[in-house]
Antibody
């Protein structure tokens, strides 16, 4: 069955960097668009970024443009999110989700990123 | 892209039906048949309940249905059950080629 497992979250100081990973299994990873979606504590869902199956098409939310970089390694069935210049408002649970810009059919369990001094 | 507008909370008694609205613009909800609905229980990841306005993924109860009229999409849950108590989020594809979520609706089963 489809499994998405995020890792790499943790506590980081403002201005710091963090790299999230998402390990995929149970489906042909290279066939699917992938998303990063986040949820601040007690708040709603916010889409962060998506990447096409080949990696040739990438979009970012305005709130992270220029600071975050999404990438994928289809040989390793893995999705990544490099987060630089982190701010307090980036504190959230980060989910990877499969399927594309119009729908997120499968979600991981999330990884918590806390930006605090 | 501004978030889609959902009521903060709705409630209903077991067995009743409720409807959650999701209002956008012609650049998102009104312009595409790509509205999705997600259910999220506390401490859990969201689960897809409806996609492409009115389609249910395999395994989702037919008590859940979706529709759209103009710039407003709706999720209807019939035969309310205690386990339906959760947060519900809509999302839509937009003219910016990106998705946008609603602010979320807390459903309370009385």
């Amino acid at each position: 069955q489809v499994q998405l497992v995020e890792s790499g979250g943790g506590l980081v100081k403002p201005g710091g960097s963090l790299r999230l990973s998402c390990a995929a299994s149970g489906f042909t990873f290279s066939d699917y668009y992938m998303n990063w979606i986040r949820q601040a504590p007690g708040k709603g869902l916010e889409w962060v970024s998506y990447i096409s199956s080949s990696g040739s098409t990438i979009y970012y939310a305005d709130s992270v443009k220029g600071r975050f970089t999404i990438s994928r390694d289809n040989a390793k069935n893995s999705l990544y999110l490099q987060m630089n210049s982190l701010r307090a408002e980036d504190t959230a649970v980060y989910y990877c989700a499969r399927d594309g810009a119009a729908v997120a059919g499968y979600w991981g369990q999330g990884t918590l990123v806390t930006v605090s001094s | 892209q501004s978030a889609l507008t959902q009521p903060a909370s709705v409630s209903g008694s077991p067995g009743q039906s409720i409807t959650i609205s999701c209002t956008g613009t012609s650049s998102d909800v009104g312009g595409y048949n790509y509205v999705s609905w997600y259910q999220q229980h506390p401490g859990k990841a969201p689960k897809l309940m409806i996609y492409d306005v009115s389609n249910r993924p395999s395994g989702v109860s037919n008590r859940f249905s979706g529709s759209k009229s103009g710039n407003t999409a709706s999720l209807t849950i019939s035969g309310l059950q205690a386990g339906d108590e959760a947060d519900y989020y809509c999302s839509s594809y937009t003219s910016s080629s990106t998705p946008v979520f609603g602010g979320g609706t807390k459903l309370t089963v009385l």
